[in-house]
Nanobody
Framework: QVQLVESGGGLVQPGGSLRLSCAAS????????IGWFRQAPGKEREGVSC????????YYADSVKGRFTISRDNAKNTVYLQMNSLKPEDTAVYYC??????????????????WGQGTQVTVSS
């Protein structure tokens, strides 16, 4: 019933920009959080950015703060991740995930219930 579909990944040069989209459907509870996570080869999955359905509060990892912006379009039930000033170390598979029935804004993967299939982001010259 719950479905998350990421899109917008691709190949970009250092300093470039990409916008990722996460289209969500099938939520069964009023309160939820949407998180963006990424995983590079040989590295642990890390939380990149999250947004709350309650008040729009956001979280950003220190490594992306000032470069990435998370936003939502409630009418489309879609969350976006605008990524600017991309660096090679941003290269990873990016996943969106939903934590349902939550009142806070978790940013660790164990708190999230449903996951999309991921979209590849490659930053290289």
């Amino acid at each position: 019933q719950v479905q998350l579909v990421e899109s917008g990944g691709g190949l970009v040069q250092p300093g470039g920009s990409l916008r990722l989209s996460c289209a969500a459907s099938g939520f069964t509870l009023d309160y939820y959080a949407i998180g963006w996570f990424r995983q590079a080869p040989g590295k642990e999955r890390e939380g990149v950015s999250c947004i709350s359905s309650r008040d729009g509060s956001t979280y950003y990892a220190d490594s992306v703060k000032g470069r990435f912006t998370i936003s939502r379009d409630n009418a489309k039930n879609t969350v976006y991740l605008q990524m600017n000033s991309l660096k090679p170390e941003d290269t990873a598979v990016y996943y969106c995930a939903t934590a349902v029935g939550v009142l806070d804004l978790p940013h660790h993967s164990a708190a999230y219930d449903y996951w999309g299939q991921g979209t590849q982001v490659t930053v290289s010259s």
